[in-house]
């Protein structure tokens, strides 16, 4: 199987020898892929919607994985027993779902060594909640894929933590540049994210420069955004030229 530059990030990203659920799963391609590789035992793949779980079975059948992934009908964790499970993905949804699937499975969730998150939207939101609620950052990367970025994180929820970790809540340490880019994006200068914001400075300067000529409340209110928008931009780039 040959999965996207996308999902083969997200999948290198579970640890070896975990169970893993693969929640919203579509086509069960991560489960499926991680167990042909023998990097994991077995796997759950679940999703709220009965047509993709019906393509997730279809797909497990044609593999012969049948014993080693078995699929379930969940919104979000609701289905997942406390203990069922150490690794879950949560890909390819907007970030308010994301952040709305780890509070109502919070009970659950808590109890996992590892959550490998890639939103779709709204990313500072689930970074701003992760840290509010005590998750430890682990890793952050990036890809592009036909001309799409896609950033993802791998991080361990409280209880996972250990002592000498919780006495340094990483909500300290980010300010808005960090929680909009990744502030382990930007320590390591991950050249996607570059290549993003370069990318972004021109598309919103060229905006900015369209909307000079034009006077209203509302135009003058988008070119405060805008500004906004770029001097974060800026501010994420400078960390590039330290």
Partial sequence: MEL?????????????GYR???????????????VLEKRIPWAIAMDVNRG???RAESNIREYGLSERICTRLSDGFASLGVGEVDSAVIAGMG???TVRILKEGKRVAG??????????????????FLLKEGFLF?????????GKYYPMMKVAPPQSRTEEEGKYPDSLAWDET?????KYLLQSRNPVLRKYLEREQQIKSGILKGLNSQNS??????????????????????????
């Fill in 138 to 146: 682990i890793a952050e990367d990036m890809t592009e894929e036909e």
């Fill in 20 to 34: 893993l659920v693969d929640i919203g799963t579509d086509h069960a391609y991560i489960p499926i892929e991680l």
């Fill in 217 to 242: 409340a509302r135009i003058f209110e988008r070119r405060r955004e805008l500004e906004k928008e770029l001097e974060h931009i800026e501010k994420g780039l400078m960390r590039y030229a330290v």
């Fill in 111 to 128: 109890t996992l060594k590892e959550c490998i998150l890639q939103p779709q939207s709204e990313i500072e939101r689930v970074r701003a």
């Fill in 4 to 16: 996207s530059k996308r999902l083969r990030m997200v999948a290198s990203y579970v640890t070896d």
């Fill in 95 to 97: 970030g308010g779902l």
């Fill in 52 to 54: 993709p779980l019906e």
């Fill in 178 to 182: 960090e929680l909009l880019y990744g």
